[in-house]
């Protein structure tokens, strides 16, 4: 568990630039792998080709200016809160996350680490709000898990859990849970396709597909309880490989037809 910062009662902004910290120049490094329980990160020969995981930070969070923390809010290390952002008195932001502009993350909020959250997301802690009869301190929870990504301005509707490295498209409306690694689109969103812990999409289908592989980092994954799971070693099956182009063909080829999202 990182450890966190609480913040101070009154407190408002203002992380020093001395806590920031370029971690950029320590990509490189293999990344380790907790969530297929391969620790060695399968083989030292098996290299991630193209892309690198950030490595944890142990920096101060960071806290742009407008930006206001409430008493009591906690916020691991590395994380960074945008622009005109609130974090309430409650609310949970882990390690390495990212908190882009004007996204307030309200008590009974938990994003785990290395979350990114785009710009005007809008998390919520009442299902049934009334002006008149006030929930609080019952909150409907909101988690998501270590490394998803809520697109700008999508809309969690608590109780919601998202999973790990799953994506949530720009302006999706979530109302039920969503697995590891699917990625949501839509009102009220809906399962379209799965993401590599990269972000790069694997799959565009509703269902998982039984094995896939990342042409961008070249990690491994086989279906696992109505999701998907990194693995180690051989595919059971002949994998869905993500149709990133090769880095030296030309950024004019069009890409195919609905792979954006
Ligand atoms: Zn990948």
Not at 41 to 51: D, K, N, T
Request: with cysteine; proline share 8%.
């Amino acid at each position: 568990m990182p450890k966190s910062t609480r913040a101070k009662k009154g407190a408002v902004a203002g992380a020093s630039s001395s806590a920031r910290r370029d971690t950029s120049k320590a990509a490189s490094r293999p990344t380790a792998r907790a969530s297929s329980g391969d620790a060695s990160g399968a083989s030292a020969a098996h290299e991630r080709p193209s892309i690198a995981r950030r490595a944890p930070s142990i920096a101060a969070p960071r806290v742009v200016e407008s930006a206001v923390v409430a008493a009591g809010a906690e916020l691991g290390e590395g994380c960074v809160v945008g622009a005109f952002c609130f974090v309430a008195a409650g609310a949970r932001v882990g390690r390495g996350a990212r908190i882009q502009s004007h996204t307030s993350v309200w008590d009974g909020v938990t994003l785990e680490a290395d979350v990114f959250v785009g710009p005007a997301a809008a998390f919520t802690n009442v299902r049934h709000p009334r002006a008149a009869f006030p929930r609080a301190p019952r909150w409907d929870r909101t988690v998501v898990e270590r490394g998803a990504t809520i697109g700008a301005h999508a809309t969690l509707v608590a109780p919601v859990r998202v999973g790990a490295e799953a994506v949530v498209a720009a302006g999706a409306v979530v109302t039920r849970d969503v697995p590891p690694h699917a990625i949501v689109a839509g009102v009220p969103a809906r399962i379209i396709g799965w993401a590599c812990a990269c972000g790069e999409t694997l799959a565009l289908a509703r269902v998982a597909p039984a094995s896939a592989s990342c042409a961008l980092c070249d990690r491994r994954y086989a279906r696992a309880g109505g999701a998907i799971a990194e693995v180690s070693g051989a595919l059971p099956a002949t994998p869905v490989r993500s149709r990133r182009a090769p880095r030296s063909r030309s950024p004019s080829r069009p890409s195919p037809r609905g792979r954006r999202r």
